[in-house]
């Protein structure tokens, strides 16, 4: 039955503002140390209503995110019925097609799949990402002269296909990753991307 799935992007990454990777070019430090978070508005997956879940990611990339090699750990929220984590689980890994398995098929290897308890908030355009103990970040957008959000439109590269990305940064982005073979981090004021997404297949 696929998916129709609409909702809001939090993404925070070890880059500097802007990224490159959504240009196509190499990671800032020659590796991508990232985390998304997809929080779903409204959505179904093989019927199954999966409205007010949220579907993280953290992982390491070893260079031109285009090329893949991803090593990703996939978390879905501790909300989730058994039912609803397991469609979704499919759904992110690309078991259902379209957008999602065009962006699954860059993932060399799922190290782990968690569910942990999930905090996605977005206020006047400042957003706040938790990931059980594991990521802690906080948002900012950048505006322009008008005020407006800055958009980036028709990036090479996209979590979000067919939507516009809002630049931002990443006041706070703290990941503890060791335990699951990958980089800690305590930065600030690096890369962050915010947005909508509405993923159909």
């Known amino acids: 039955m696929g998916y129709q799935l609409e909702g809001r992007l939090l993404e925070v990454c070890n880059c500097k503002v802007l990224c490159p990777c959504w240009i196509g ?11 998304t978070a997809y929080h779903i508005d409204r959505g179904t997956i093989d019927g199954v ?7 993280a990611g953290f992982g390491h990339s070893p260079g031109n995110l285009l090329k893949g090699g991803w090593r990703m750990v996939l978390v ?3 909300g989730a019925t058994p039912e609803q ?18 962006l ?20 006047g355009g400042d957003g706040t990402l938790r990931i059980g103990d594991v990521v802690d970040a906080e948002l900012t957008p950048y505006r322009g002269p008008t005020g407006q959000v800055t958009t980036l439109h028709d990036s090479v ?4 296909p067919g939507q516009p990305a809002y630049v931002a940064k990443a006041l706070r982005y703290r ?8 980089a800690d981090l305590d930065l600030q004021n690096h890369n962050a991307i915010q947005g909508f997404f509405r993923f159909e297949a």
């Open 49 to 55: 209503d999966v409205s007010g879940r949220t579907v």
């Open 25 to 35: 070019e190499d990671p800032d430090y020659g590796t991508c140390e990232g985390a």
């Open 104 to 123: 699954a098929q860059l993932i060399g290897e799922i190290v782990a799949v968690e569910r942990l308890p999930v905090t996605f908030t977005v206020s």
């Open 85 to 102: 984590q397991q469609v979704l689980v499919d759904a992110f890994t690309g078991k259902h097609g379209g957008p999602l398995a065009d």
């Open 76 to 78: 879905v929220d501790d």
């Open 175 to 182: 990941r503890h990753g060791a335990p699951y073979g990958l």
């Open 157 to 160: 590269f996209s979590t979000i």
